[in-house]
């Protein structure tokens, strides 16, 4: 979609939405009393801050420690915030890592080209934006994040993350897809998969109107110090920027970019934890 700038709503913080899911909000309730505790707390004392009858306290609390987002001392029977939680919160700083590591490399492709540049990641079988730099343009392209989590096999950053899977992860992400979004989108896997082989040649790939009509993207993978891909950049402009002189100038422009940044990401550690939810964060060009 091309289209001016759009300002995203978002709910004020105090926002209560219009219907809860009771036994989660106890759940949580009991995490924040934990959280705030300088000790360990016996069931009766964790029942009584959080509002709770004992028993109802106790299945919860159950549920917690069996998922790992509660712990329990068997000698003086108290209950602690779990390692889960600390797993959670380190992931989170991981992935505010890369974010801030990566995003000199997307400013500066985004000066480079004049288009919108982003950091795009596989979440389960979904292909999101973990973060994005918009064009400079007044014109320029407009991404429905909603469409594009299905969209893996019709986008630049989308092939150019499945080009580098494993023969069974690629499987598994592709079983009853490919779906059509224009008359560019590969018919069959058989097409795709040859696509896909020319990306691995190139170090690139190119979305001519597979995903949007009217608009062209090229994307080129990002890797972990081990080798594995953990994500793509991508960039994406309107079809009447995207002369084929362009096009080219584009490619390398991504390809260079996405090694430099891969560097970069390699120091950071082996692995990046981007399996789970959250909105895209939007920098401003």
């Not at 009393?33 to 016996?42: E, F, K, N, S």
Request: glycine content about 8%; aromatic content about 4%.
């Amino acid at each position: 979609m091309i289209d001016a700038r759009q300002d995203d709503r978002e709910d004020t913080p105090r926002q209560r939405p219009a219907a809860t899911v009771r036994s989660v909000e106890r759940a949580l309730d009991i995490l924040d009393v934990l959280a705030a505790a300088a000790d360990g707390l016996r069931l009766n004392d964790v029942a009584g801050r959080v509002g709770l009858n004992v028993s109802t306290c106790h299945h919860l609390i159950a549920t917690l420690v069996d998922r790992g987002y509660v712990g329990r001392n068997p000698r003086d029977r108290t209950y602690v915030l779990g390692a889960r939680i600390l797993e959670l919160s380190r992931s989170r700083a991981a992935t505010v890592d890369v974010v801030q590591t990566a995003m000199a490399t997307l400013h500066g492709l985004n000066e480079a080209t004049g288009e919108t540049v982003s950091f795009d990641v596989l979440r389960g079988r979904d292909l999101a934006t973990l973060v994005m730099v918009e064009s400079r343009h007044a014109v320029h392209v407009v991404v429905d994040e909603a469409a594009k989590a299905e969209a893996v096999h019709a986008t630049g950053s989308g092939k150019a993350i499945l080009a580098w899977l494993p023969e069974a992860e690629l499987t598994r992400i592709l079983s009853g897809r490919l779906k059509r979004f224009t008359q560019g989108t590969a018919r069959s896997r058989e097409d795709l998969m040859e696509n896909l082989f020319t990306v691995q040649c190139d170090g690139f790939a190119i979305d001519r109107e597979e995903f949007q009509p009217g608009v062209v993207s090229v994307g080129s993978s990002l890797r972990d110090r081990t080798g594995a891909v953990i994500g793509a950049l991508g960039c994406l402009l309107p079809i009447s920027r995207a002369g084929e002189d362009r096009i080219v100038r584009m490619c390398g422009l991504v390809r260079d970019a996405a090694t430099r940044l891969s560097r970069q990401l390699g120091e950071l550690g082996p692995a990046f934890p981007f399996q789970g939810a959250g909105k895209a964060w939007r920098a401003k060009p």
